[in-house]
Every structure is written in C-alpha cells, then in structure tokens.
C-alpha cells in the first residue's frame, strides 16, 4: 500500500441485529490523496456513516486493512489509534455537537488544549481559524447565540484547527436547509484549496456531491465509481 492519507482494502463489516446477520461491507478498496476530495453517496442504510468510522479509526472492520498517512491502523492499540486520529484527521458530522457552555474560540480551541498547546496559542490559532471560516465577529458567541450554518462553520473549524492531514464529514449539511448547505459547502472547499487537507464526505446530496474531485457510490457492500 502506498503513501496514500487514507486508504483501506478488502474492508469487510457485518453487524448482528436480533437473528441476522447484516453484512454491510463486502471488500471494500478505497484510496484518498492528499487535497483530493471525494464524496460518498448511497441509499439510506447503505454503509456510508459505517465505512466513514472504519476509515476513520472510530469502529474496527471484521477483516481488512486501514492506513492514514501510511500508519496501519488495524495494527494499532486504541491509545495509539487516538493519537493517530487526534494528529491526522478531523470529523465533522450533521450536528455540530458544539459544547454548549463554551464560546465558539473555546470550543474551536480545546482540540489544542487536548494537545497540551498552551492556552495563549490555543486561542490564537482558534482565533485565525475561525476568520478563515467567516466567524471573527462569533468569536465570544455560544452555540446558542448562533445560527444553524455559523454552528457548522464553528464544527468546520474546530475540526480542522490541529492542521490535519483529512477531513472526514458525515452527512454536514444534512441539518440545513439548501442556500445555507451550499455556503457550508463552500467554506469546506475553500480549505481544501487554502491549507491543501483532503475532504471525505458521506452526503445524500447529489448537487454539492458533484463539486467535489470524484463521486463514488456504496452499494449492495461495494464501492464504484460514480
């Protein structure tokens, strides 16, 4: 396997519900490189939210293999998991999942707090990150005191604040209605250009699917081409 961000083979998933047992992923070969972006679609219940935690280190496949920026993932104990995730990757999801409690610098920053940077360059870099997703006048706002696309753009930005090599989005504008989800989308094309990170996002979206580099389509456990 090559240098590739994210790539796996033969990623196989089934889950037991009540007397069956559902495969999900049947062999699934998928390679992201960096800057690209890529977009997943497929019916409901096809696998798409299940693949994106596999590739992102969240779920263990049953059989197959997973790299991020050519580190073995399957071969990793959970703390090392974390920490390859915590450097490589940032996740955004149809809810921002924004701390309520906290300004949109302090739920931007604590990714680096996590980290053990310093609170002062915590804040300068949640700081710059967020006037690179249009939020400096949010900056000492709380979720609560935001509109649906400012909280996504906060998500955005909280993800992609420890400069990771990918990001990994399920379904982030799946909450919001179209004019915002387009703006959303933008603001997740512009980084793609602006700081090189390749995007992975599962989305039901046919219309910002196509903006992004290639289109593949799960179906019956299977990845193609779109």
Known sequence: ???AVIQCQGLKKAFIQGELDVTVLKGVDFRLDQAETVAIVGASGSGKS??????????????GEVQITGQNLTQLGEAARGRLRNRALGFV?????????FTALENVAMPLLIRKVSAKKAAIQARDILSMVGLEHRIE???????????QRAAIARAIVTEPACVLADEPT?????KTAHQ????????????NVSMLMVTHNTALAQKFDR????????????
């Not at 999801?93 to 409690?101: G, R």
């Not at 959303?184 to 700081?195: A, K």
């Not at 289109?215 to 779109?226: Q, R």
């Open 1 to 3: 396997m090559s240098n």
């Open 50 to 63: 299940t693949l994106l935690q596999l590739l992102g280190g969240l779920e263990q496949p049953d059989s």
């Open 93 to 101: 999801y149809q809810f921002h999942h924004l701390l309520a409690e």
């Open 141 to 151: 706002h709380k979720p609560g005191e935001m509109s649906g696309g400012e909280r």
């Open 174 to 178: 799946g909450n919001l209605d179209e």
């Open 184 to 195: 959303v989308f933008d603001v997740l094309l512009d980084l793609n250009q602006g700081l």
């Open 215 to 226: 289109i593949l389509t799960l179906k019956n456990g299977l990845l193609s081409e779109s």
